[in-house]
């Protein structure tokens, strides 16, 4: 259970900050990178379900948004040689194997793409296309982390997994692909 008595701890005053097992990181650190790129991303979510509390799949969201608290927690506590199994909190394949069975489940019901979609159409299906994209960046700072340190790689799938389920939830908030905004190419040079 987290317990937090005081907000403000002042220890973070000269640029570094405080990681999972205690250690000290500057602020920029790739590690605080990448778990703060899951926090914007988990706000995203959060947006979405204030702003759109009809939004396909709500019940889900909220499971998501639970699970990236579990990737931040993962990300926050470096995977140490020969950690014992549940020592820490990892990410496990049952989280993004509940994404790719609704990933399956929701696309089922689409039609095929044949063009690019334009973030937009209904506001659900906008904030579901932001999120998507905080959700790649997040999984590119993962991967740059990875470059340089050792990271459960069940971490980096499920993020993953998780861009391509906001993809198709936004599909589904656009009256299931039919309100999607289509790139037209060129459309515009004249």
């Given at each position: ?6 907000i403000?701890?002042k ?25 703060g ?8 979510l959060?947006?979405?379900?204030a ?7 709500f ?25 014992e ?21 929701l ?47 069940h971490?980096?799938?499920y993020?993953?997994?998780?861009s ?8 589904v ?12 190419p ?5």
């Amino acid at each position: 259970m987290v317990f937090l008595s005081r907000i403000y701890t002042k220890s973070g005053d000269g640029g570094e900050t405080g990681l999972g097992d205690g250690s000290r990181v500057p602020k920029d650190a790739a590690r605080v990178a990448a778990y703060g790129d899951v926090d914007e991303l988990n706000s995203a979510l959060g947006l979405l379900t204030a702003h759109c509390p009809n939004c396909p799949e709500f019940a889900l969201v909220r499971v998501i948004q639970n699970d990236l608290f579990d990737v931040g927690a993962d990300l926050c506590v470096p995977q140490a040689d020969g950690e014992e199994p549940g020592k820490a909190l990892r990410v496990v394949p049952a989280q993004y194997e509940r994404l790719e069975a609704a990933i399956d489940r929701l696309n089922e019901a689409l039609q095929p793409l044949r063009s690019f979609v334009l973030p937009g159409g209904t506001p659900a299906a906008a904030w579901l296309h932001l999120a998507r994209t905080v959700c790649r960046r997040a999984e590119r700072s993962v991967v740059a982390l990875m470059r340089t340190e050792k990271v459960n790689p069940h971490a980096l799938i499920y993020l993953n997994r998780l861009s391509d389920f906001l993809f198709v939830l936004a599909r589904v908030a656009n009256a299931g692909g039919a309100g999607d905004v289509l790139w037209v190419p060129g459309a515009s040079r004249g």
